[in-house]
């Protein structure tokens, strides 16, 4: 099964991803895949990190058993979401404990309030799971998660979580 792990920046997916590549599964970064595709557009020097060519990336085929770390695996051609949220609350000090600057901070902060990786992880296609990971450690996480591809079946599973009145704060 390939799964696409994403969420906003800081919401804990390369936590959950150290403890899947603990447990054996095949962990790919989505940062080194694409330079490994050739699949780099460009490099962002106000974040540091390269832009990555998202329409090369999804041509090329993934392993068939996978874990895709980064907040554009699921625009890739994955089986699954994995959809990581986290309370904005905890993700603003979280992005500013990495250093982000305060433009960074509050376009993520906002991305996490309106919900915006779920629209574009629903566009995809390919069922999503949505968990708060905010009320979760990372094994709890993994846990929830899990248990939702038991015997192989793949349903789409949206905890809720409704963020949109941190907008009003
Ligand atoms: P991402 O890969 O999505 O950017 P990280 O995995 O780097 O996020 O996690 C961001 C920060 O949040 C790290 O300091 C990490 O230790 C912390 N963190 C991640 N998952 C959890 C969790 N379930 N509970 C508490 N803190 C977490």
Same mark, same amino acid.
């Given at each position: 099964m390939r799964i696409a792990l994403t969420g906003t920046p800081g919401c804990g997916k390369t936590t959950l991803a150290a403890l899947l590549a603990d447990r054996g599964h095949q962990v790919i970064h989505l940062a080194d895949w694409a330079r490994k595709h050739d699949a780099v557009a460009g490099h962002d020097a106000e974040d540091d990190a390269d832009a990555i060519d998202v329409d090369t990336l999804a041509q090329v085929p993934l392993p068939p058993d996978c874990v895709v770390d980064g &907040?554009?695996? &699921?625009?890739?051609? @994955? %089986? @699954?979401v994995w959809l990581i949220r986290c309370d904005p609350a905890l993700l603003r000090p979280r992005l500013e404990a990495r250093g982000y600057g305060p433009g960074k901070v509050q376009e993520n902060w906002e991305a996490e309030c309106m919900d915006l990786v779920l629209q574009e992880a629903l566009d995809g296609g390919a069922p999503v799971v949505q968990r %708060?990971?905010? =009320? =979760?450690s990372p094994e709890e996480l993994l846990s929830s998660f899990e248990a939702t591809s038991s015997g192989g079946s793949l349903k789409q599973d949206l905890e809720p979580v409704d963020w949109s009145h941190r907008l009003m704060e």
């Open positions: &907040h554009l695996s &699921h625009l890739l051609g @994955v %089986d @699954v %708060d990971g905010s =009320r =979760r």
